[in-house]
């Protein structure tokens, strides 16, 4: 035994003998393949290599040597690889991948216990080879999977492994999935994007992933050091006998953010809509915090705040206006978006510049391995969206178009004064995206939506939304990635009116903003994820205009000065974990907002209302010359504290500033609307919010509960003076008040996520006021006390209910209850130099009836095949059930010396509708 081991050694000194004495050799190789160097030195000495050719071919080195042995050369060239190698003899090199051969046992192999143990010092020591048996275990791939390079030493303990998990079939990343290391308590979820990132200690491990819905796999790695592995699932269908899927169970009780709400794009075809119109934006209404004015009403209001404080967001973009025909139909295409989070709480520090919420709504990717799509076919409107494979496995197109053919309906009703109506609208959307390897992809996106509707016969309106948006995603290392984003976003809006008279005209306005961002995030620990970035944003605005229509118009011509200003903000943001129960969301955004020029700006006397009688000069700023600046910090904080473990309190507070405003005295959206950036006439609006909740999940995540209670108070909020003339003022801010807003509600949701049974009740009680008071009466409004503001809804209830009768038979319904809104009566009259005038009572004084609906439908699925070119759902619904008038405005007309009330109403009648969609 002794000669043989003596044998050993020998030969071992030999071959690093042989190691230190190669020959040498002179390279020079510009651009050249490392298989180009090996066959070299091959060529120069007699020594020969043994190697897969994959491993070789394609990496690019530039080796430029004189005289220098062959394995400091070797050494060299492959440092930047996962290559080694290993002199067999005197003339034969093995070139490996990631491991060493090891011809000996490393020292303590074989523990020798009659020496005491000495401490090995952390910095760099001996590393031990890893050994490993192969299991015939049918759940474990065959091959093991090398991760990093093998080195004889190595001066830390742990590595970091990440990668991306997708769908084998449509190469979409799958968020949510459970990557864990058997026989350990390591484990991670992967994010929305696929991704993960676990930290390992060097050697064999065995990883697997579960989820619901994809096949469950083992794989054997072997960590050597920081590298990446991907994996590519394929579904995993199993029958049951009933079950609905959420990947996102828990959510609702572990996030740190409270106030958030995900919208699965899967369940709402089944709730019965206007038309049969699946409406993304119309089932954010039915959720707790979220309502709108009424039917016909563009815009929501969250937690008591104005329409205009909402962030609507697609692919990162912002759409000024979401809705189609004033908010009948929505403007968000429900087959190419993926998903959408509203964030009506506590807002993540990378989004800014509105005060209420964020809807982050994201478009699909396209499925880059077939060509698939979705149609859907109504009495008013079509869709389709298609996904084409460009480059498979890589890159991949997404359309998708909607529009309606209501004309023909209008045309043919009884009703003389409709006949000539028009009512039309269309939308378009785009998406290319395209992976160039695992670390980097681009996402780019083109939305154009045209709405032109005329109720009279002289007058036809049309507005238009288009946004454009580029983001390329970049993994840097293990630990850090990052988002690069441009958009564009325009609105117009315009009318042409056309009379028997010589008044005929066009006016209109419009908004451009153009925004770059940078995203970053950097995984510091399994406490610390932090979030960081830097954005600016510039704004144009064009208030209004009008000119004359045709040669004969007396109409004079007049354009508003247009608006500039440039918005940045830099952020940062962590989650940490503070231990099992406590996580804390923490991040501070500074905001900075600068009014720009060209613009000639008046200067009031200082302690007297703005008016044309109190201006003491005007100054003219050149071309982006800075006006005025505002600006600062804005706190985002959120905590979970786990009282049991479906069980958690969150708390939460943030404040916001916004630098664009929208003025207007209707509920919808309307010529007479007006945007106005800040400058040193109006201030920014500002507020802070505060909220505390309850979440708490029953029977194994099946029933959610949430209970959250909110105060919001607002400064500078900008609204009307009594009798204003917003539209086509040249000096807007001699119209407009700004004062103090409150806001504060109770939200309660259940929500019942399985069975045959399913769907959610929310119910809001909530108040909103304003209150603007000043020195003098023209600055105040109802005396200077709080009011109601004109979309202050007390009680808000929806209950969306669906029952699975069979695989492919349900019955829905959906029943919303409101109350009235405020609004301002006249209560008298009186005369004044003989001129009789109406008396207006408080404003919002009183209320419109309160408004109820019921919608049922019935919905059919085509059969369940896999094998089969489509598969088709009809869906049978009737909207407004019960027939209910519910009025949308009241209004007020003056007849023979008598003051006479109207209503207007939406839908005063059951509207039936059938609808057939069909996917393949």
Avoid: C
């Avoid at 143990?117 to 015939?136: C, G, Q, S």
């Avoid at 023909?408 to 395209?434: G, M, P, Q, R, T």
């Avoid at 539209?727 to 801010?733: D, R």
């Amino acid at each position: 035994m002794k000669k043989i081991f003596t044998l050993i050694m020998l030969l071992s000194f030999q071959l690093l003998l042989a190691q230190e004495n190669l020959p040498k050799v002179s390279l020079s190789l510009e651009e050249s393949t490392l298989e180009d160097v090996l066959r070299e030195i091959e060529q120069q000495t007699d020594l020969h290599f043994f190697y897969i050719g994959d491993w070789v071919k394609d990496k690019k080195v530039i080796a430029n040597y004189s005289n220098i042995p062959v394995n400091e050369v070797l050494k060299e060239v492959l440092e930047q690889t996962l290559l080694n190698y290993y002199l067999l003899d005197d003339n034969r090199i093995i070139i490996t991948k990631s491991n060493i051969i090891y011809d000996q046992l490393p020292k303590g192999f074989f523990p020798d216990t009659t020496q005491i143990a000495i401490a090995t010092p952390k910095e760099t020591r001996e590393y031990n080879p890893v050994f490993y048996v192969k299991e015939n275990n049918p759940k474990i791939a065959n091959k093991t999977v090398f991760i990093g390079k093998e080195k004889r030493a190595i001066e830390i303990d742990n590595f970091n492994l990440s990668g991306q998990v997708t769908n084998q079939k449509t190469g979409e990343p799958i968020s949510n999935l459970s990557v864990l290391i058997q026989g350990t308590d390591i484990g991670t979820v992967t994010d929305v994007d696929g991704n993960y990132s676990l930290r390992l200690p060097a050697g064999e491990h065995l990883l697997e992933t579960r989820s619901l819905g994809n096949e469950d796999v083992v794989t054997r790695l072997v960590i050597f050091s920081d590298g990446t592995y991907n994996l590519s699932l394929k579904e995993d269908y199993e029958l049951l006998g009933e079950v609905l899927v959420d990947s996102k169970q828990a959510e609702n009780v572990e996030d740190a953010i409270g106030g958030t709400e995900d919208i699965d794009m899967n369940e709402i075809k089944n709730i019965p809509l206007v038309l049969g119109e699946r409406d993304v934006m119309k089932v954010a209404v039915t959720l707790p915090g979220i309502s709108t004015t009424g039917e016909g009403s563009a815009g929501f209001n969250v937690r008591g705040g104005k329409t205009d404080q909402n962030l609507i967001l697609i692919d990162d973009a912002v759409i000024y206006n979401p809705a189609h025909f004033f908010g009948i139909f929505s403007a968000i295409n429900p087959f190419t978006t993926g998903d959408i989070t509203i964030y009506k709480g506590n807002i993540p520090a990378q989004f800014g510049g509105r005060l209420s919420s964020v809807f982050d709504i994201t478009s699909k990717d396209a499925n880059t391995e077939k060509f698939a799509g979705e149609v859907s076919v109504g009495p008013v409107t079509s869709n389709v969206a298609l996904e084409v494979p460009i480059v498979k496995g890589k890159s991949g197109l997404l359309l998708g178009g909607r529009s309606t053919y209501s004309d023909w309906i209008l045309k043919n009703l009884d009703d003389e004064s409709l006949k000539d109506s028009k009512a039309s609208f269309y939308d378009v959307i785009a998406k290319y995206n395209h992976k160039f390897n695992d670390k980097t992809n681009l996402q780019t996106t083109g939305y154009y939506s045209r709405d032109n509707y005329s109720i009279t016969s002289d007058s036809l309106f049309n507005y238009q939304n288009l946004l454009f948006s580029m983001k390329l995603n970049h993994k840097l290392n293990e630990k850090n990635d990052g988002s690069l984003i441009l958009t564009n976003s325009q609105y117009n809006f315009d009318i042409d009116y056309e009379s028997d008279y010589n008044n005929n005209f066009t006016s209109g306005y419009k908004i451009n903003e153009s925004e770059i961002k940078l995203n970053m995030r950097y995984l510091h620990s399994a406490a610390h994820k932090f979030d960081y970035g830097i954005s600016t944003k510039l704004y144009n605005v064009h208030p209004g205009e009008i000119e004359p229509l045709g040669s004969e118009s007396i109409i004079e011509p007049l354009e508003i000065q247009k608006e500039k200003g440039l918005e940045s903000a830099i952020y940062i943001a962590d989650n940490f974990k503070v231990n099992d129960k406590l996580l804390l969301s923490a991040g501070l955004r500074y905001s900075h907002y600068a009014a720009l020029g060209e613009k000639d700006q008046n200067i009031y006397e200082e302690g007297l209302p703005k008016s044309e009688a109190t201006v003491i000069d005007t100054i003219h700023y050149g071309n982006n010359e800075v006006i005025e600046t505002y600006g600062g910090p804005e706190v985002r904080l959120s905590a979970r504290y786990s009282l049991l473990p479906d069980l958690s309190l969150k708390l939460s507070y943030n404040n916001a500033y916004q630098y664009i405003h929208t003025l207007s005295n209707n509920t919808t959206v309307s010529p007479t609307d007006t945007y106005k950036l800040t400058d040193d006439n109006i201030a920014p609006q500002r507020a802070h919010q505060y909220s505390l909740g309850l979440y708490k999940n029953f029977n194994n995540n099946m029933y959610e509960v949430s209970a959250e209670g909110y105060y919001k108070q607002s400064k500078n909020i900008l609204d009307y003076k009594v009798g204003a003339q917003l539209f086509l003022n040249e000096n807007i801010e001699t119209e407009v008040l700004q004062g103090e807003g409150r806001s504060f509600g109770a939200e309660f949701l259940l929500k019942k996520t399985e069975g045959r049974l399913n769907g959610w009740l929310g119910y809001t009680y909530s108040r909103s006021e304003l209150k603007l008071d000043g020195a003098f009466n023209e600055q105040s409004v109802n005396n200077g006390a709080y009011f109601p503001a004109n979309y202050d809804k007390p009680h808000d209830l929806s209950v969306v209910a669906n029952y699975k009768v069979t695989q492919r038979f349900s019955f829905s319904a959906n029943f919303v209850y409101q109350t009235g809104r405020p609004v301002t009566y006249p209560t008298g009259k009186y005369v004044q130099n003989g001129i009789e005038y109406v008396l207006y009572s408080d404003r919002n004084q009183f209320r419109i009836p309160d408004y109820y609906r019921l919608d049922l439908s019935f919905n059919v699925e085509g059969n369940h095949k896999i094998k089969k070119f489509a598969h088709s759902f009809w869906n049978i619904s009737v909207y407004n059930v019960l027939g209910r008038n519910n009025p949308y405005s009241v209004f007020f007309v003056t007849e023979e010396g008598e003051v006479k009330a109207y209503k207007s109403s939406i839908f005063s009648i059951p509207v039936p509708t059938i609808t057939y969609n069909f996917r393949f």
